[in-house]
């Protein structure tokens, strides 16, 4: 089956550190990651996708299919990058259209 | 706001009572998904319609629980016969049938959902 583990559920850094929020994913075929991210009172949207290899808002994410992760890093974080934070994974691959999310990871940038 | 849409915002409910949630897509979005979040958890997959059609139904999905999405448009999630444990954010989604599976989702504001 499916999972997606995020282990912290609660991350603080200083402003200007940087930061990394942990994906680990289990699923037998070829997955696709996501982060979605949900800042305060506002709705869940996509941050970045691992097929698309972008860079948004300072973010990336690269998959490591060896270790089966999909880490979320900035190199200086921002205080508007504090929000709640998703990694999620698709089996579309396997004619699913759903998407099985991780518990999430709030992180706090203090100013 | 164009985005997704979805009311009421809030609904209190007594125990046993029947609830009903509408969602309202991106127009041209025919894809649609209803996901349920709880405190402290990630959004968990219900059901997803392509057009008007449900093709796909999570085991979450207890026969209390039923989805629509007439014509293809709006879509509505009905829970009968409520129970405390139905207490939950619950999520629509939308998004475009693309050929690259990895299209982007839309979630609209979430429908809270408490059972007393």
């Known amino acids: 089956a499916q999972r997606v583990t995020q282990p912290e559920k609660l991350l603080s850094v200083f402003k200007g550190a940087p930061v990394e929020l942990k994906c680990n994913y289990s699923?037998?075929?070829?997955?696709?990651l996501f982060w979605y991210v949900q800042y305060s009172r506002q709705r869940l949207q996509l941050l970045l996708r691992?097929?698309s290899r972008e860079s948004i808002k300072g973010f990336t994410a690269d998959l490591n299919k060896g270790e089966t992760s999909f880490h979320l890093k900035k190199p200086f974080a921002q205080e508007e990058d504090s929000a709640m934070y998703y990694c999620?994974?698709?089996?579309?691959?396997?004619?699913?259209?759903?998407?099985?999310f991780g518990k999430g990871t709030k992180l706090s940038v203090i100013p | 706001d164009t985005g997704v849409s979805q009311n009421p915002r809030h609904k209190i409910t007594k125990r046993g009572q029947n609830v009903t949630f509408r969602c309202d897509p991106i127009?041209?979005?025919?894809?649609l998904y209803w996901y349920r979040q709880t405190l402290g958890q990630g959004p968990e997959f219900l059901t997803y319609?392509?057009?008007?059609?449900?093709?796909?139904k999570s085991r979450l999905l207890s026969d209390r629980f039923s989805a629509e999405r007439p014509k293809g448009s709006f879509s509505t999630l009905e829970i009968q016969r409520t129970e405390q444990g139905d207490s939950a954010m619950y999520l629509c989604?939308?998004?475009?049938?693309?050929?690259?599976?990895?299209?982007?989702?839309?979630f609209g504001e979430g429908s809270w959902l408490t059972v007393v």
């Open positions: 691992h097929i």
């Open positions: 989604a939308s998004s475009l049938r693309m050929g690259n599976p990895g299209n982007t989702i839309y």
């Open positions: 319609f392509q057009n008007e059609a449900q093709l796909e």
């Open positions: 999620a994974l698709s089996h579309s691959g396997a004619g699913s259209y759903q998407l099985t």
């Open positions: 699923y037998s075929g070829s997955p696709e």
């Open positions: 127009s041209e979005h025919n894809r």
